[in-house]
């Protein structure tokens, strides 16, 4: 079993920025891909980013690509989401997961974890 929390949600203006935290606990060796969701009412969950926990390797969406970055550190067991020049677009719950495969990582089916979920709301 591994237990994500996500931390940092919260209000921002429109190109604001803020930060999202993930904090793993658990099983966590057995993690390969570390990932960043996010779904907004009435939409299907989105692939935002990933990071490979070895290797550091990153993938993004293109919706997010240049304005957002993932991030870890591995002593922690933490990954972070840092969110720049956010839109109202960008408004949704944001989810944290792991993988412990290297494939379709951009597809919500290839995590095993979730955490609970944090809100981002960017106001016009």
């Known amino acids: 079993q591994v237990q994500l929390v996500e931390s940092g949600g919260g209000l921002v203006q429109a190109g604001g920025s803020l930060r999202l935290s993930c904090a793993a606990s658990?099983?966590?060796?057995?993690?390969?891909?570390m990932g960043w969701f996010r779904q907004a009412p009435g939409k299907e969950r989105e692939f935002i980013a990933a990071?490979?926990?070895?290797?550091?390797?990153?993938t993004y969406a293109d919706s997010v690509k240049g304005r957002f970055t993932i991030s870890r550190d591995n002593a922690k067991n933490t990954v972070y989401l840092q969110m720049n020049s956010l839109k109202p677009e960008d408004t949704a719950v944001y989810y944290c997961?792991?993988?412990?495969?290297?494939?379709?990582?951009?597809?919500?089916?290839?995590?095993?974890?979730w955490g609970q979920g944090t809100q981002v709301t960017v106001s016009s």
């Open positions: 658990g099983r966590t060796f057995s993690s390969a891909i």
């Open positions: 997961a792991t993988s412990d495969t290297i494939v379709r990582i951009t597809t919500s089916t290839a995590y095993d974890y």
């Open positions: 990071i490979s926990w070895s290797r550091g390797g990153t």
